[in-house]
């Protein structure tokens, strides 16, 4: 068992980011749109291939948010060959930087399929293509929320606009 901790800024307070986040997690779990096809996906260059490209693993991700914590556990798992890709499991959260800012910790461990054999290709020809898919990932969700958050209030101020009208 490998363990990960990533943590992402983001430019927005940690109330509003964690209520976005549970919705996203929520609506992720339960493989409603957009989220159905959500993946983990790593770059060709990030198992030192000299090409261009990217291999993503569509994921089913387990979630139980936990609201007075501002934190979820959260699993995920290939959708399918579930046995040939490393597990996650561990909590995202959603902490304070400040009153305008907060951070997306995504902290746990993942398992490598193939016992002895999987953990020797993870430890060298694989040596961080998980741990970097899980921060693209955490990466992903942190851009979500945030664009999410700014355009509910784009939204609301071009309603406030139109209202003073």
């Not at 959500?38 to 060709?44: C, E, K």
């Not at 090409?51 to 959260?74: C, F, H, N, Q, T």
């Not at 997306?104 to 060298?124: E, H, I, K, N, S």
Request: hydrophobic share 40%.
């Amino acid at each position: 068992m490998s363990t990960v901790e990533i943590y992402v800024p983001m430019r927005i307070p940690a109330a509003r980011a964690h209520e976005v986040m549970a919705e996203i997690l929520r609506r992720l779990s339960e493989g409603e749109e957009p989220y159905e096809r959500t993946a983990l996906s790593l770059g060709l260059r990030d198992l030192r291939l000299p090409l261009e490209g990217e291999i993503s693993v569509p994921v089913k991700a387990d979630v139980e948010v936990r609201p007075l914590r501002w934190e979820a556990d959260l699993t995920l798992a290939a959708k399918s060959g579930s046995a040939l890709f490393p597990r996650f499991r561990g909590t995202l959260a959603v902490t304070p930087d400040g009153s305008s800012a907060s951070g997306l910790w995504l902290q746990g461990a993942y398992d490598v399929p193939l016992g002895w054999f999987g953990r020797a290709v993870d430890m060298t020809l694989l040596r961080g293509a998980a741990e970097s898919s899980l921060k693209r990932f955490a990466e992903w969700l942190a851009r979500t929320i945030v664009d999410r958050i700014e355009r509910s209030e784009q939204e609301r101020a071009r309603e406030g606009r139109t209202r003073a009208d």
